[in-house]
């Protein structure tokens, strides 16, 4: 019993220290952890010292599924909802947020959000396993990664209808679906609607975001780039960007501004007057678009995209919109339809600026080939036949071509690693633009 209140006060003093839990606030918090857990206080002065605090979550999780106050299929889930009692309540820290925008600017405001997003363990750690490698490209660098886990698709339900609705606020989670006690949101108001920002439980890239309307409604090319322009001022260290498919509910998304396209220089400069318009030295083909004020922007970057989403069919445009202290700048990536490959179909959004991601599945994909090209003489008629593994036997037969066979498995492992890059680069040349029709394409769609 003693171990269980030393803990307590353990958790007590993370949130006191890491998540502004003030005296009063403290007292509470320890009288509902003494009822959740169903344990008598001490009125021994127990230790107070700064202790992991995924060790002393674990251990309290242990406790009460040990005790039978929660099921074992659950226990995933506890430690959430013991952070959710000492971290500020959702009104709280959307108070926070606001009394800090307004006497600390914005700079500070969103510090505190992101902190707190990820003190609260909210932002959850990615999973080890993870693997991510560069790739030199003709005009700057790729990052390829392959996650440790995939980030679930966006699913209908009954309650809460899908993952960007209000709803999933102190949502308790279900077996197979993740609690929601510690998710906060702020209200923002974007092109004159309100829609409530978060960070992702699930982060591919650095501090990742996402901002959902208030109704569960369907999205589609009504998206606003007045929306992503109001979004961006709100996190100066981010951009705000969507994609065209359709989604169940309307949401905008970003990150911190540290894709590898943000270090690309400019290539040529159509034109500077009111706004400048100029294309990067990047392996995609990406327009940016810099303005003064804001309206101009907007409305530059949303006739650029429509006239290039019906200037061919498959066309793609990907917004990356973000300010500066003098300036309003979209980096928008046009894609044309291309060439189907073994990895993707077309690269995704984050794919067109820097981090190409690919699905998790890849990584026994790759461990097959590497099992392969290990053998003393390479089976291709297996490979062939292997539901699988064929659509790799290209790969393999110039692996092997290159290199031989019974490759050591940390050549085999090179050479594949260096296949995904090559196919990634290539897909790159194949759904760019040509740089004459590209400033075609910018000169008609501003008139």
């Known amino acids: 019993m003693e171990i269980v209140n030393e803990d307590i006060e353990s958790l007590l003093l993370y949130g006191e220290r890491e998540l502004d839990l003030s005296p009063a606030g403290k007292a509470f918090a320890r009288n509902r952890l003494l009822e959740l857990l169903q344990t008598e206080p001490s009125y021994e002065e127990l230790r107070q010292e700064k202790t992991d605090i995924e060790t002393v979550?674990?251990?309290?999780?242990?406790?009460?599924?040990?005790?039978?106050?929660?099921?074992?299929?659950?226990?995933?889930?506890?430690?959430?909802?013991?952070?959710?009692?000492v971290m500020p309540s959702q009104d709280d820290a959307a108070h926070t947020y606001s009394r800090l925008h307004r006497d600390a600017g914005r700079v500070a405001a969103e510090k505190?959000?992101?902190?707190?997003?990820?003190?609260?363990?909210?932002?959850?750690?990615?999973?080890?396993?993870?693997?991510?490698?560069?790739?030199?490209?003709?005009?700057?660098?790729?990052?390829?990664?392959?996650?440790?886990?995939?980030?679930?698709?966006?699913?209908?339900?009954?309650?809460?209808?899908?993952?960007?609705?209000?709803?999933?606020?102190?949502?308790?989670?279900?077996?197979?679906?993740?609690?929601?006690?510690?998710?906060?949101?702020?209200?923002?108001?974007?092109?004159?609607?309100?829609?409530?920002?978060?960070?992702?439980?699930?982060?591919?890239?650095?501090?990742?975001?996402?901002?959902?309307?208030?109704?569960?409604?369907?999205?589609?090319?009504?998206?606003?780039?007045?929306?992503?322009?109001?979004?961006a001022e709100k996190v100066p260290s981010g951009f705000a960007g969507a994609t065209p498919e359709p989604k169940e509910h309307e949401f905008l998304f970003g990150a911190k501004r540290a894709l590898p396209i943000f270090t690309r220089p400019v290539k040529k400069v159509f034109f500077d007057g009111d706004y400048k318009v100029s294309v990067l030295d990047w392996n995609f083909s990406v327009v940016r678009l810099e303005c003064y004020i804001k309206k101009d922007l907007v409305h530059a970057a949303a006739k650029l995209m429509k006239y290039w989403r019906n200037y061919a069919e498959g066309n793609v445009a990907y917004p990356a919109v973000y300010c500066t202290d003098t300036s309003y700048i979209a980096d928008i990536a046009l894609l044309k339809a291309g060439q189907k490959?073994?990895?993707?179909?077309?690269?995704?959004?984050?794919?067109?600026?820097?981090?190409?991601?690919?699905?998790?599945?890849?990584?026994?994909?790759?461990?097959?080939?590497?099992?392969?090209?290990?053998?003393?003489?390479?089976?291709?008629?297996?490979?062939?036949?292997?539901?699988?593994?064929?659509?790799?036997?290209?790969?393999?037969?110039?692996?092997?071509?290159?290199?031989?066979?019974?490759?050591?498995?940390?050549?085999?492992?090179?050479?594949?690693?260096?296949?995904?890059?090559?196919?990634?680069?290539?897909?790159?040349?194949?759904?760019?633009?040509?740089?004459?029709?590209?400033?075609?394409?910018?000169?008609?769609?501003?008139?």
Request: glycine letters at 8%; a negative charge.
């Open 112 to 231: 505190y959000f992101s902190y707190l997003s990820k003190a609260s363990r909210y932002v959850k750690k990615a999973k080890p396993g993870s693997i991510g490698w560069p790739v030199v490209g003709e005009s700057g660098d790729f990052t390829v990664l392959i996650p440790s886990e995939d980030r679930a698709e966006e699913e209908s339900g009954f309650y809460p209808q899908c993952p960007y609705c209000l709803e999933n606020i102190g949502f308790c989670g279900l077996p197979g679906q993740p609690a929601q006690y510690t998710k906060r949101v702020l209200p923002f108001d974007l092109d004159g609607e309100t829609w409530y920002f978060s960070y992702r439980q699930k982060q591919i890239v650095a501090d990742e975001f996402v901002a959902a309307t208030e109704k569960h409604r369907p999205s589609g090319e009504g998206r606003s780039v007045a929306a992503m322009a109001d979004l």
């Open 57 to 85: 979550l674990d251990r309290l999780t242990a406790y009460a599924v040990e005790n039978g106050i929660v099921d074992e299929e659950l226990a995933d889930k506890f430690p959430d909802r013991l952070m959710n009692i």
């Open 341 to 447: 490959n073994v990895l993707f179909d077309k690269p995704d959004y984050y794919g067109a600026f820097g981090v190409i991601v690919l699905p998790r599945s890849l990584k026994e994909d790759i461990l097959g080939l590497v099992a392969a090209l290990g053998e003393k003489k390479v089976d291709f008629q297996r490979i062939h036949d292997s539901e699988r593994l064929g659509k790799y036997l290209e790969w393999v037969i110039q692996i092997a071509a290159a290199r031989g066979a019974g490759l050591p498995r940390e050549k085999a492992l090179e050479s594949i690693l260096s296949m995904i890059g090559e196919t990634c680069i290539a897909a790159a040349k194949d759904f760019s633009v040509d740089d004459k029709e590209l400033e075609r394409v910018v000169v008609e769609s501003q008139k």
